[in-house]
């Protein structure tokens, strides 16, 4: 387990704190993207992102006295790095250029499915029926915004493709983080997954350094804030969220991005949604509420303990049935 981490015996108000804090920022970083993408590239983005990143965290590790995480979180760490900081944000941006952005949304919802079927089999963390149930609502919810703001016409099949790839991308990549968090802080997990990120981003420096030299200041510093809060920040609080429930919880947790898009594109960029694509947000919100909801459990644990008072633990006390599901 790692250093620090509070025993699982209710909710871990800290944990949803964070888990809030990454999804708000998430949300955000679609109308900065928009900004951005207008004027680089999609691996100059990612690269200008993640090097902005980098630079914040390697400077909180160096505040904090943070040295090299441990041995045996460097699988983890250099699997999402690869993966999810360098392959998604790349595929992610590129595909969002092919698609529209209701077709891309809808695509990149598949990545929490399929965390919480990687979760459960490949972490063990099983497939909790509520967890289950509220996914499938969250992913209605998610079809029906993405339907609702799709343009209507024929989509790229390649922008459809490198949606997906985006997908699966994440999906391994959350999987990889949750037992690196076992060895490694989310801080130095973040800071050295942002940084191999980077790395494998660095044959778009002749692009990235190019572009900016033509671009207007709004969409740099849009990229700039990219990397500070939905990159260095976001990515630190999941990870602490993570280290502290289930991948398959922490996916679910997600569905709340796109009511959030939804609602921050109104504020911000005038964009009225329609009553369909509102409802379908309040969807993606139900699923994350029950998803996360513990209330079944709740009851479950005077019960469990009153048996154990009475004579030899009942299976149903077993500590597994307790925390059965999160999302990285």
């Known amino acids: 387990m790692q250093q620090g981490s509070p025993p699982r015996t209710g909710v871990d108000r800290l944990a949803v704190a964070a888990a809030a804090v990454t999804v708000v920022l998430w949300a955000s970083a679609f109308v900065s993207i928009r900004s951005a993408g207008a004027e680089y590239g999609p691996g100059a983005l990612a690269l200008g992102r993640l090097l902005s990143g980098t630079v914040v965290l390697a400077v909180l590790c160096l505040v904090r006295r943070e040295g090299l995480p441990p041995r045996g979180a460097w699988p983890g760490i250099a699997a999402a790095g690869v993966l999810w900081f360098g392959a998604y944000m790349v595929a992610l941006n590129w595909g969002e250029r092919l698609v529209d952005a209701g077709t891309a949304s809808l695509v990149v919802n598949i990545g929490p499915i399929l965390i919480a079927l990687l979760g ?118 999941w990870g602490y969220a993570l280290a502290r429930t289930s991948a398959g919880k922490m996916g679910a ?76």
């Open 253 to 328: 947790t997600t569905y709340a991005v796109p009511a959030l898009v939804v609602t921050m594109s109104w504020l911000f960029l005038d964009e009225v949604p329609g009553l369909i694509t509102l409802g379908g947000g309040v969807l993606c919100l139900a699923g994350v509420a029950v998803s996360r909801s513990t209330r079944g459990l709740r009851r479950a644990r005077p019960a469990a303990a009153a048996a154990a008072a009475a004579g030899p633990p009942a299976p149903a006390s077993d500590p597994r049935l307790i925390d059965a599901h999160t999302h990285d």
């Open 120 to 237: 459960g089999w490949l972490l063990k963390e099983g497939f909790a029926p509520r967890l289950l149930a509220g996914m499938a609502v969250s992913f209605a919810g998610a079809a029906i915004v993405g339907l609702s703001m799709s343009g209507g016409g024929g989509s790229s099949i390649g922008g459809v493709l490198l949606c997906l790839v985006a997908a699966v991308t994440y999906a391994f990549g959350v999987v990889s983080q949750k037992p690196a968090l076992r060895h490694a802080t989310p801080l130095q997990f973040t800071t050295w997954a942002c940084a191999i990120g980077a790395v494998v981003c660095l044959p778009f420096a002749p692009q990235l350094v190019s572009q900016a030299a033509d671009a207007p200041a709004g969409a740099t510093l849009n990229m700039v804030y990219l990397g500070v809060f939905p990159t260095a920040l976001a990515f630190t609080t």
